[in-house]
């Protein structure tokens, strides 16, 4: 029997992330580091969900753990992707909607930032504000 692919990996993260939402969301955020160093394997993770709050209005709730098995396909996502091309990815990017079913992984090829104590727009600045980045995504596609 084969190692699963990493489509199927990602269809996997992306349905256990689905399965553990507490409550009805909007998007999925996910930001993950990952480095392979002597003592084994380091991870490093932001994940958090946009939602509607009771008056409508959209709020960001943080998620302090990674879904059980979540975890683990995102190293065997690394793994099969590097298998495949022989580089690591050190930092992965999940955006997932629920207005379109549509999930996006964006891949970094470089040492990953906040595990090596880089604490730069890249690495946390982006997601300071992201509720308002959302709110104003939604708004322009209302615009549209």
């Given at each position: 029997?084969?190692?699963?692919?990493?489509?199927?990996?990602?269809?996997?993260?992306a349905q256990?992330?689905?399965d553990?939402?507490?409550?009805p969301?909007?998007?999925?955020?996910?930001?993950?580091?990952?480095?392979?160093?002597?003592?084994?394997?380091?991870?490093?993770y932001?994940?958090?969900?946009?939602?509607?709050?009771?008056?409508?209005?959209?709020?960001?709730?943080?998620?302090?753990?990674?879904?059980?098995?979540?975890?683990?396909?995102?190293?065997?996502?690394?793994?099969?992707?590097?298998?495949?091309?022989?580089?690591?990815?050190?930092?992965?990017d999940?955006?997932m909607?629920?207005?379109?079913?549509?999930?996006?992984?964006?891949?970094?090829?470089?040492?990953?930032?906040?595990?090596?104590?880089?604490?730069?727009?890249?690495?946390?600045?982006?997601?300071?504000?992201?509720?308002?980045?959302?709110?104003?995504?939604?708004?322009?596609?209302?615009?549209?």
């Amino acid at each position: 029997m084969g190692s699963i692919s990493a489509v199927d990996l990602q269809k996997q993260i992306a349905q256990g992330l689905v399965d553990a939402m507490p409550e009805p969301w909007e998007r999925i955020v996910v930001n993950l580091e990952t480095e392979t160093t002597e003592e084994g394997r380091v991870l490093n993770y932001l994940f958090f969900y946009i939602s509607r709050s009771a008056d409508g209005d959209f709020r960001e709730t943080s998620v302090r753990v990674l879904p059980d098995g979540v975890r683990d396909d995102f190293l065997a996502l690394n793994d099969a992707l590097f298998e495949s091309s022989g580089d690591r990815w050190g930092i992965c990017d999940l955006i997932m909607d629920c207005s379109t079913g549509r999930y996006d992984f964006q891949f970094k090829y470089e040492p990953p930032k906040r595990l090596n104590c880089v604490f730069d727009e890249s690495s946390m600045g982006r997601f300071d504000n992201y509720l308002d980045t959302y709110r104003a995504e939604r708004a322009a596609e209302k615009g549209a």
